[in-house]
Each structure stands twice: as C-alpha cells, then as structure tokens.
C-alpha cells in the first residue's frame, strides 16, 4: 500500500482571486509583508497493490481527472504505508 | 424534432430546458439520466445547468465521466446539435468538446442577473435566427462562469468565428468577454448565459427563444420530406 500525496495548483499565469482575497484581508490584519497567496487542493490516494508503476499511474490520474492541465499544476509524494 | 435533456445528479436546470423545447416551441423532449448507453434514437443533446456531481474537484470535472458521456461524443461526431449551458458548458470543456475552462469569477461572486450579450456569429445553427451583431438579453446564473483559454486558443477560436457570444460588460472576467463557443465543425456550442430562462415575456423576457427556433430550423431544413 502506498500513500500519495497530491497537490494541484492553479498555474501562475493564471489569476487565483480566492488567493487575491485571502491575501487582502491579511494585508488589512497588518500582515503586509505577505507578498503573495496562491490556493489550491490536497488529495490524498491510497494505492493498493498493483502490477502499475505507480509513477505512471498517478501522472495519469492527474492528467485524466485529478487537476485540469490547462489551468492547472500538480505535483505529488509517494510514502510507503506501514501497516499495523 | 426530437430533444434529450441529460440529467446528472445535480442538474438543476433541466425543467426549465425542457420547458423551452416542449411548451414553448412545440419540440418533443425527455429526460435521459446520466448513465443512459444510446441516444441514437434524439435529434439534439441538450446539457443543462446546475451543479453535476455537487461540482466536486472541480465544476464539470466528473460528470465528464458519466456514461451518457460516450454518447454525447458520438452525438457530437454524428454532427448533431449538441448545446451545453452553464454547467453544461463547463462539462464540454472538462470533456474536451470545447476547448478552454470556466474559472471562478473574478471578483468571487455568484452572479443572478440578466445581461447583455451580442451575437458575435449568426451563421451557426444555433444562431441563425438572431441578427449578426445583435444584442439580447439573457439571465446569468454562475459562480464559475471566467472564461479562460491560452492566446493559441483564443486566436484559433478568433480565426474559426467559433466566439457566438460576449458579454457587453465585463463582470466576470471571462477572456475578451466570452460568454459562448462554439466547435470548430459547429454543431456543438457551451455558453454560460441560460436561454431557457428568456423563452416568454411572462418571466421576463424571450429572447433566448430564438436560440431554440434556430436549432429546429436548421434541423427542419435538412430533414425536408419530399413525399
């Protein structure tokens, strides 16, 4: 079993407004040295056993459902899940 | 004619749709559920508005997967009318029908009003029975409704006449106004505005009517019986 960790963000040349808003109300909290906000998402996956290279089979989860390419970047993080 | 109004768990518009086509223009209409396998027997798909699959992950993200899904494709590449509003435009572009994507609104909004949209291009069969460059009155109803695609794609969408309709103010960011698209064969049009919702003077207003009148019009004039 393996635990992936998967983080989409929205790509930079596209705007966040939820990112704008968030770091407006922390520049008008006195935060103003927050130079910039970006919100994305965090999924975590269980993988059960498979003959797939998990790899592949993530990048294509990604590309198929998980993020939407035009708008968007992902990266991931694969742990081993010890079991109890 | 002969219409299916797709159904997702979520759908929200799909009696107004259906309203438009059977009370108003006279059109036969059903409802076809999201898992339904064939839909050889419809002249027009309509996808209606509404929040598919609670608009998890992302609006239009996972209805793309619905198994009536296969068919709207095959629809679509038989060359039949297949028009996608609100959320049924954002299921078009997470499908891959359209090209592009539907963000938040820039200014974080949900929007209900009616506005302003011109007719970028009359020469489509969902068109046609509008004036080119004529400006009618549609409601709004969306959250997401930012259009946004790279430059190739916006020029290529430019170059094609597939812009049909924008906006004649900017309120929600979307990329040069763009309220709808079209297809590059141009039998399938996503637009965020809900013509269904302008179909009679008694809710307001009906020209979001002659967007239906075109369809059955184009359809009556290449099915004419010669008996």
Redesign the interface.
């Known amino acids: 079993m393996k635990k992936v960790k998967v983080y989409v963000t929205l790509r930079e040349s596209v705007l966040d407004p939820q990112g704008s808003a968030v770091m407006g109300s922390l520049h008008k909290m006195g935060y103003g040295e927050v130079a910039d906000v970006r919100i994305g998402k965090y999924l975590e996956l269980v993988i059960g056993d498979s003959e797939r290279d998990v790899d592949s089979l993530v990048n294509e989860l990604c590309h198929r459902l998980l993020a939407n390419t035009v708008i968007e970047d992902y990266r991931y993080e694969i742990e081993e899940v010890v079991s109890q | 004619m002969k219409f299916a109004v797709i159904v997702f768990p979520g759908s929200n518009c799909d009696l107004d749709m259906y309203h438009a086509v059977k009370d108003e223009l006279g059109e036969e209409a059903e409802y076809v559920w999201h898992d339904s396998k064939d839909l050889s027997s419809y002249d027009g798909i309509l996808l209606p508005g509404g929040f598919s699959y609670g608009d998890y ?2 609006c239009g ?2 209805a793309q ?1 619905s198994g009536v899904m296969d068919e709207v494709r095959k629809a679509a590449e038989a060359g039949k009318p297949v028009l996608g509003i609100c959320n049924g435009f954002q299921i078009l572009t ?1 499908a891959g029908l359209l090209p ?2 539907l ?6 909004k949900f929007m209900c009003r009616t506005v302003g949209l011109k007719v970028e291009n009359n020469n489509t069969l969902f068109t046609n029975e509008y004036e080119q460059g004529e400006e009618i009155q549609i409601p709004i109803a969306h959250g997401e409704g930012n259009y ?3 430059d190739a794609t916006y020029n290529h969408l430019k170059e094609n006449n597939q812009i049909v309709f924008t906006y004649a103010d900017d309120f929600n ?1 979307s990329r040069n106004n763009i309220a709808g698209i079209i297809n590059e064969r141009g039998n399938v049009l996503g637009m965020m505005p809900h013509p269904e919702r302008a179909v009679s003077e008694l809710i307001g207003g009906k020209d979001g009517l002659a967007l239906f009148r075109s369809i059955v019009k184009q359809w009556r004039e290449s099915h004419v019986s010669h008996a």
Do not use: P, Q, S, T
Not at chain 2, 103 to 108: A, D, I, T
């Open positions: 992950l992302r993200a996972i997967f997470e592009g994507v963000l938040r609104n820039k200014n974080l946004y695609c790279d960011g």
